[in-house]
């Protein structure tokens, strides 16, 4: 096409502009404001519904939490601790008191020496043996109180021991050579833990675990209800010492106060900072 038909053509669509012919376009025009509306209200939509799902799932994860806090409690229970102490008590009424006699000098065991277990109180002679030809001795049926344990043999010192009987061996005696006796206290001291200590303790544990698993489950609702969130969260950080089974309870309760803090806008009287 050489410059003539071009003038051509350009003078040919001036004048159909000119003349209305040509119709422009219709343009869509959309204002900023009604897009970011537009955007802004899906988007709460979307939130709504996300949060409506983590609370529901934060809930169940506390609930099961606490409830298998409130199972470990009633376990901790069953044993009935009662029960134990008495039967434990009962079993060490009478046990067997045995031992070894050693020569101080040699280290050997020695055959024949006199043993005798005497009642401490009153000093009345209870039983009677002689160690055999390794050292050792024994007596059967011997009531958990203090006794004495006299080990005596010519030519040699004489021990006597204080002691209060239990199921473990005594330690062993060791004969000098010379005269006179030679006391020593290997009687039990009472301070300390003793087995009701140890039953109340463990009765208590097992009290505050069913406990903080009830706590657990008025969390568990409040947190399915949206109801303040700051005290919602307390109440199932306290859930966390329900212990069930050990830490799988508080690690789904961990997990619920997580989702928590994701849909934590959702919650009535919030408070959050």
Same mark, same amino acid.
């Given at each position: 096409?050489?410059?003539?038909?071009?003038?051509?053509?350009?003078?040919?669509?001036?004048?159909?502009?000119?003349?209305?012919?040509?119709?422009?376009?219709?343009?869509?025009?959309?204002?900023?404001?009604?897009?970011?509306?537009?955007?802004?209200?899906?988007?709460?939509?979307?939130?709504?519904?996300?949060?409506?799902?983590?609370?529901?799932?934060?809930?169940?994860?506390?609930?099961?939490?606490?409830?298998?806090?409130?199972?470990?409690?009633?376990?901790?229970?069953?044993?009935?601790?009662?029960?134990?102490?008495?039967?434990?008590?009962?079993?060490?009424?009478? #046990?067997?008191?045995?031992?070894? #006699?050693?020569?101080?000098?040699?280290?050997?065991?020695?055959?024949?020496?006199?043993?005798?277990?005497?009642?401490?109180?009153?000093?009345?002679?209870?039983?009677?043996?002689?160690?055999?030809?390794?050292?050792?001795?024994?007596?059967?049926?011997?009531?958990?109180?203090?006794?004495?344990?006299?080990?005596?043999?010519?030519?040699?010192?004489?021990?006597?021991?204080?002691?209060?009987?239990?199921?473990?061996?005594?330690?062993?005696?060791?004969?000098?050579?010379?005269?006179?006796?030679?006391?020593?206290?290997?009687?039990?001291?009472?301070?300390?833990?003793?087995?009701?200590?140890?039953?109340?303790?463990?009765?208590?544990?097992?009290?505050?675990?069913?406990?903080?698993?009830?706590?657990?489950?008025?969390?568990?609702?409040?947190?399915?209800?949206?109801?303040?969130?700051?005290?919602?969260?307390?109440?199932?950080?306290?859930?966390? *010492?329900?212990?069930?089974?050990?830490?799988?309870?508080? *690690?789904?309760?961990?997990?619920?106060?997580?989702?928590?803090?994701?849909?934590?806008?959702?919650?009535?009287?919030?408070?959050?900072?």
């Amino acid at each position: 096409m050489d410059i003539n038909e071009r003038r051509e053509a350009l003078r040919a669509r001036v004048r159909s502009k000119l003349s209305g012919e040509e119709e422009e376009p219709e343009e869509l025009v959309v204002q900023a404001s009604e897009v970011q509306a537009a955007t802004t209200q899906g988007e709460e939509l979307l939130l709504i519904d996300d949060s409506n799902g983590l609370l529901a799932l934060a809930s169940s994860l506390i609930f099961i939490g606490s409830v298998l806090g409130i199972i470990t409690g009633l376990l901790l229970l069953q044993g009935n601790p009662a029960e134990l102490l008495n039967n434990t008590l009962e079993s060490d009424d009478a #046990v067997e008191v045995y031992g070894i #006699v050693l020569e101080a000098a040699s280290g050997d065991s020695m055959e024949g020496v006199q043993i005798q277990l005497i009642e401490e109180g009153s000093g009345n002679l209870i039983l009677e043996t002689q160690t055999n030809s390794y050292g050792y001795y024994s007596f059967e049926n011997v009531p958990s109180e203090s006794h004495i344990l006299r080990v005596s043999m010519d030519s040699y010192m004489t021990v006597e021991r204080t002691f209060t009987p239990d199921s473990a061996t005594q330690a062993p005696f060791t004969l000098t050579e010379g005269n006179g006796t030679v006391e020593e206290d290997f009687r039990q001291s009472n301070s300390g833990w003793s087995l009701e200590n140890a039953v109340a303790l463990s009765t208590g544990i097992a009290l505050v675990t069913i406990l903080a698993g009830v706590v657990g489950l008025k969390a568990a609702v409040d947190t399915r209800s949206a109801m303040n969130y700051r005290r919602t969260q307390y109440l199932a950080g306290f859930a966390l *010492f329900s212990r069930g089974f050990i830490v799988f309870g508080p *690690f789904l309760i961990l997990c619920g106060m997580g989702l928590m803090i994701l849909a934590r806008d959702e919650f009535q009287a919030s408070e959050v900072e």
